[in-house]
């Protein structure tokens, strides 16, 4: 009998989460078991969890503060309270907490089936769309997180594409998440059970790439002492990424041109030709269009890649997704470094939010890592790296004169210190008569 949806039990106290997973194993769902918060995050961060049932006097972590997290990191999922004080003022802060249903202990095994199917019966049928692709696991949109309309724009394409095997090329930034569109346009559409396949074309020797891509045959050339098969027959039936496709060497473009006009590939040292069936969907952060002027990439090879043509937008264009990609990266840095949830003060992600990102969502994901880390329970200015703090963003389009540039960025101190004068002169090394006759 299949089993039905997934419930995340979490307890410390053994014995309650071994009754727990007794019950609802014979009513078929399945079970996964957790005796702290902690765990419980290890678990939500790879696993799609359809109900959580949490105790909510524990060590550390209590369960009212992972109901919480869970309201704002998975609203979709309905939360049940398994508690030990009846009153109706607990009651009451459990259910302000964004719980579904609680149960007192002990309770009776159709207590607990009836609380489970009211929990489930509850879930909302649309789907959050800022939030929900965060645990979108199902369909391949895992680690996809935006509401904004440049995202929006994104995930349309991809939801047209997924299920043919058009061509696509996939264009932006060095940091924007490209090989995630890659990864979301095959796992979300009926090819996600074939192989898929990411080869960074700058990262193999030039020499080696044509070997690599196609496969050789035993003496091909020197060192070929077996047959191998390439990249493009592993990912036969399935979908091969070429990143920085702009880097690959002309022979080896000339051959890729064969294998998507033929849907055929030829070992090298071979005449046999062998036919596949394989979406390819390449990437590239360069303007390839410059790099056929030079001559250095092939215009028709160009045509063939881009039938389908994806633009990832750069950070600075959706900052509206900050706030979403944070909680997404404090939440899997918090899991990996801290005992506890980490949070974030609104001043340090109104910083975040300022900045311009030069290296999109990479480089903000360092910099959360790296304040995970350096933190204790709460991201603040003091866990950001100076250079966002007082970075100033050259207007793209006109000129300011330097009185006006000056004033800007000590109100931007200014606001940073709160308007404590004092300590803006000292950021700004000048004393205070100085400051003063600067702000007139």
């Given at each position: ?39 419980a995050l290890y678990i ?85 769309k800022a939030v929900g ?57 009926k090819f996600a059970r ?247």
């Amino acid at each position: 009998m299949l089993k039905k949806e997934n419930i995340l039990l979490v307890d410390d106290d053994i014995h309650i989460l071994e009754l727990l997973q007794r019950h609802l194993e014979s009513m078929d769902f399945h079970t996964f078991k957790a005796v702290s918060v902690k765990e419980a995050l290890y678990i939500l961060k790879d696993t799609p969890v359809d109900l959580l049932i949490t105790d909510v006097n524990m060590p550390e972590i209590n369960g009212i503060e992972l109901v919480k997290y869970t309201a704002e990191h998975f609203p979709n999922m309905p939360k049940l309270v398994v508690t030990g004080f009846p009153s109706a003022e607990d009651a009451f802060s459990v259910f302000k907490s964004g719980v579904t249903d609680y149960l007192t202990k002990p309770f009776t095994k159709k207590e607990l089936a009836e609380a489970v199917k009211k929990s489930l019966a509850s879930v909302k049928p649309k789907k959050d769309k800022a939030v929900g692709q965060l645990n979108k696991s199902s369909n391949g949109y895992t680690d996809m997180i935006g509401q904004s309309e440049a995202f929006q724009k994104v995930t349309e394409i991809i939801d047209r594409v997924k299920d043919n095997r058009a061509t696509i090329l996939v264009r932006g930034e060095s940091g924007t998440g490209k090989e995630l569109v890659a990864r979301a346009i095959h796992y979300s559409g009926k090819f996600a059970r074939s192989p898929f396949v990411a080869v960074n074309c700058a990262a193999i020797p030039e020499n080696l790439l044509e070997a690599e891509l196609f496969g050789y045959t035993k003496g091909a050339f020197t060192g070929a002492n077996e047959t191998r098969n390439g990249f493009f027959q592993a990912a036969n039936n399935g979908t091969i990424f070429l990143d920085e496709i702009g880097d690959a060497p002309l022979p080896v473009q000339t051959r890729l041109l064969r294998v998507l006009q033929e849907k055929e590939v030829t070992k090298i040292g071979s005449q046999k030709a062998e036919k596949l069936e394989v979406r390819v969907i390449a990437a590239t952060n360069i303007d390839l269009e410059e790099l056929i002027e030079k001559k250095m990439f092939r215009e028709d090879l160009y045509y063939r890649l881009s039938v389908v043509s994806v633009k990832v937008p750069p950070l600075r264009d959706r900052k509206d997704d900050i706030p979403l990609l944070v909680n997404r990266f404090l939440f899997k840095y918090g899991v990996e470094y801290k005992d506890h949830i980490v949070q974030i003060d609104p001043q340090a992600l109104e910083v975040l939010q300022r900045y311009s990102w030069p290296g999109n969502i990479r480089e903000l994901e360092n910099v959360v890592q790296r304040a995970v880390i350096m933190c204790d329970r709460k991201i603040t200015l003091n866990e950001l790296p100076e250079e966002l703090k007082y970075k100033i963003n050259f207007p793209k389009k006109g000129y300011q004169s330097l009185k006006d540039f000056e004033r800007e960025y000590i109100q931007k101190v200014l606001v940073h210190t709160k308007g404590n004068k004092t300590k803006a002169a000292e950021i700004l090394q000048i004393d205070r008569k100085t400051l003063r006759e600067k702000l007139k």
